[in-house]
């Protein structure tokens, strides 16, 4: 799930999918260009089940291959 989506902000997505008793089992990996400590304790802290950080190439690649 990426952190920058347009009309809810992924945390806030995370936050609402963590706390439904329907929804909280299910894994939640972020996917974000933000390398902020921050970003990534506070995804943790919320219930993220893992954090990856993506590269500025696989956004380069996208914009020169799609």
């Known amino acids: 799930m990426p952190l920058k989506m347009p009309r809810v902000h992924g945390k806030e997505c995370l936050m609402r999918i963590k706390k439904n ?3 909280r089992k299910i894994p939640v990996v972020v996917l974000s260009s933000s390398k902020e400590d921050a970003d990534i ?8 089940n893992g954090y990856v ?8 690649f996208k914009k020169n291959n799609f």
Do not use: H, I
């Open 21 to 23: 008793e329907r929804t």
């Open 41 to 48: 304790n506070e995804c943790y802290d919320l219930g993220a």
């Open 53 to 60: 950080v993506k590269s500025v190439a696989s956004d380069e």
